[in-house]
Nanobody, 122 residues
Framework: VQLQASGGGLVQAGGSLRLSCEAS????????MGWYRQAPGKQRELVAA????????DYGDSVKGRFTISRENAKNTVYLQMNSLKPEDTAVYYCNHPPNWLLRRTFEYTYWGNGTLVTVSS
């Protein structure tokens, strides 16, 4: 499956952005989906994950209460609504799909699509 993330940009602290990730080449509704990010000099980390039907969601501690993940299976798209952005949210954001829900934080991916850069100015 091919994954294309978009929606990043430059925003001031306190602002909002909505990221989108469109999948192609697979059966999207069968995939657990996750948003991940990697800041300069840091390891990639899970930002948010959503189950196949959307009933389960998981967030990284640093974004809880500020970010919301959602999906539209009919459009093969997963979204990340980011509010109250902080400079420490600056990173390249990627989407991916772990083999199952339990592996959303630990799966070692061999493929990453093109991420989208989010820059939050103070």
């Amino acid at each position: 499956v091919q994954l294309q993330a978009s929606g990043g940009g430059l925003v001031q602290a306190g602002g909002s952005l909505r990221l989108s990730c469109e999948a192609s080449g697979g059966i999207f509704r069968n995939y657990v989906m996750g948003w991940y990010r990697q800041a300069p000099g840091k390891q990639r980390e899970l930002v948010a994950a959503i189950s196949t039907g959307g009933s389960m969601k998981d967030y990284g501690d640093s974004v809880k209460g500020r970010f919301t993940i959602s999906r539209e299976n009919a459009k093969n798209t997963v979204y990340l609504q980011m509010n109250s952005l902080k400079p420490e949210d600056t990173a390249v954001y990627y989407c991916n799909h772990p083999p199952n829900w339990l592996l959303r934080r630990t799966f070692e991916y061999t493929y990453w699509g093109n991420g989208t850069l989010v820059t939050v100015s103070s």
